[in-house]
C-alpha cells in the first residue's frame, strides 16, 4: 500500500515504533530493533514495547505486557503497530503472530516486511487468513534505515561494516610513531558510543603500533565489542592493550604459546582474502556491525573493494601541515548526516548502492 494523506496517524504511531526500537541499539544485534504500540478503539496508546536484549522478548510481547490490568479489556479490537511484521517461527521465542492471533488484536499496522525467511510475509498471510487487517509498507524506507545492518546480514549474509576516522581539517589523520589526538573529549564519547552499538571493532598493525589502543568502550553505557588486531608476522608483544586477554579479543595473525581465556589467534585470516574471510569469520561468529578504526591502509582496503556501509568522519577544525593521508572519500558515498560538536564537525556517509530492494 502507498502513503496518502489518510495515513498520516498510522505514520505518527509507526514513528514511535521506531523511536521505541531504537534503545534496543546495540544490545539486540543479530536481531533487529523493533517497537510496537498498541492503540485501543478509541484511538489511545495502551501498550508500548521494543525488543530490549537478543534472546529476550519481541518487541510485541512487551507491548501487550506493558498494559495497565484496567486496559486489558481494550487489547481485542485494537490496532498493532509495529515496525516489523511479527515473526512466525519458533526461535529463541515462540511466534508474535500466534500472541496477535490469541489476543483478538483486530488490526495490524507494519512497517517493514521481516526479510528473515523463516517469516517473509508468512505471517502477514497467516492474520489475514484469520480476519486481521493488515497494513503493510507504511514508511517503509524509514524503516529499512532503522535496521540497515539487520537487511544487510540478512540478505548479503555480511556484516554491516562501518568506516570511521578523525581527521584535521586539512586531510591529515595522525603521524607515523606518535600518538596524538585530534578529536575533542565530548567526539571521543560519541565515538564509544559507536562503539557500544557496533559488535566488533578492528584496527591495522600501524595503529596498533603507533597507538597501543584498547579498543573498548569506556566513555558510555553499554557493552564492549569483540576487538580485533592485525599481527600477521606477531610482532606484538605484552606491553600492547589488545594483548591483556581482559575481553573478548581476535588478533589476526600468528599464534602466541599462553593460557588465553579470551583472545583467539586466526593465523590463515590476511593477505588478499583478509577482507572476505574477516567478514565471513564474523558472520559466522553472529558479529553484525564491524567498525573499522583505522588506519588509512586498513580503509583503504575496505574502500578497494567497495567492502563498507558507512563512512564517518570526525573533523577537527585544526591543521596538522604533514603527517598520514586520511583516504579519499569514493564516488559512491553520499552524505546523510552533518553535525557539530564543540570543534568537530561529524559527517556521516552511506554507500549509495541499496542494501535491500524494496518490493
Ligand atoms: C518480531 N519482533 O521484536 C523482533 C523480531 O530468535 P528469536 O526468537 O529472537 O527471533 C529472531 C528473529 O525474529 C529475527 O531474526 C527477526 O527475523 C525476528 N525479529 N520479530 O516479531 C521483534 N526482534
Ligand atoms: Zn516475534
Known amino acids: 500500500m502507498t502513503q496518502n494523506s489518510s495515513l498520516i496517524p498510522y505514520s505518527s504511531f509507526l514513528n514511535r515504533c521506531f523511536q521505541l526500537a ?20 478509541n484511538g489511545k496508546i495502551i501498550g508500548e514495547g521494543w525488543h530490549k536484549k537478543y534472546g529476550e522478548a519481541h518487541a510485541e510481547v512487551n507491548a501487550v505486557k506493558s498494559v495497565k490490568p484496567e486496559n486489558q479489556r481494550l487489547i481485542a479490537g485494537s490496532t498493532l503497530y509495529c515496525s516489523l511484521e511479527p515473526c512466525f517461527h519458533f526461535g529463541k521465542t515462540p511466534p ?8 483478538k488484536i483486530a488490526r495490524v499496522v507494519i512497517s517493514n516486511t521481516d526479510p528473515n525467511p523463516l517469516t517473509a510475509g508468512k505471517s502477514i498471510q497467516k492474520m489475514r487468513a484469520a480476519g486481521i487487517e493488515v497494513i503493510t509498507g507504511i514508511l517503509e524506507k524509514e524503516g529499512q534505515d532503522l535496521n540497515r545492518p539487520f537487511f544487510k546480514w540478512i540478505t548479503e549474509k555480511k556484516p554491516y561494516v562501518i568506516l570511521k576516522w578523525a581527521q584535521t581539517r586539512d586531510n591529515f589523520i595522525g603521524k607515523t610513531g606518535e600518538k596524538i589526538g585530534i578529536s575533542e573529549k ?35 553505557f553499554g557493552k564492549n565489542p569483540l576487538r580485533i588486531g592485525l599481527d600477521v608476522r606477531g610482532k606484538m608483544d605484552f606491553h600492547h592493550a589488545l594483548l591483556d586477554d ?36 564474523l558472520f559466522l561468529a553472529k558479529k553484525q556491525i564491524l567498525l573499522v578504526e583505522g588506519g ?34 569514493p564516488e559512491n558515498a553520499v552524505l546523510v548526516e552533518k553535525f557539530q560538536l564543540g570543534n568537530d564537525t561529524i559527517y556521516m ?11
Not at 307 to 321: A, F, G, P, V
Request: aromatic fraction near 8%; include cysteine; glycine fraction near 6%.
Open 296 to 329: 588509512a591502509n586498513i580503509h583503504h582496503q575496505f574502500l578497494e573493494k567497495n567492502e563498507w556501509d558507512e563512512i564517518r568522519i570526525l573533523q577537527n577544525d585544526s591543521d596538522l601541515l604533514a603527517g598520514v593521508a586520511a583516504s579519499k572519500l
Open 246 to 281: 581482559k575481553k573478548e579479543t581476535w588478533i589476526l595473525g600468528k599464534p602466541k604459546i599462553g593460557d588465553w581465556k579470551n583472545t583467539k589467534f586466526l593465523p590463515t585470516v590476511h593477505g588478499k582474502q583478509l577482507i572476505p574471510k574477516l567478514l565471513q569469520e
Open 186 to 220: 565530548n567526539t571521543l564519547r560519541l565515538v564509544h558510543r559507536w562503539r557500544s552499538e557496533s559488535d566488533a571493532i578492528f584496527v591495522g598493525t600501524g595503529t596498533i603500533f603507533n597507538d597501543n589502543p584498547r579498543l573498548d568502550n569506556r566513555l558510555f
Open 22 to 41: 531504537k534503545i534496543g541499539a546495540g544490545s539486540v544485534s543479530p536481531n533487529p530493533m523493533v517497537g510496537a504500540v498498541l492503540v485501543s478503539e
Open 96 to 103: 508474535c503472530v500466534d500472541l496477535v492471533l490469541e489476543q
Open 349 to 359: 556517509y552511506q554507500n549509495s548502492a541499496p542494501i535491500f530492494k524494496i518490493q
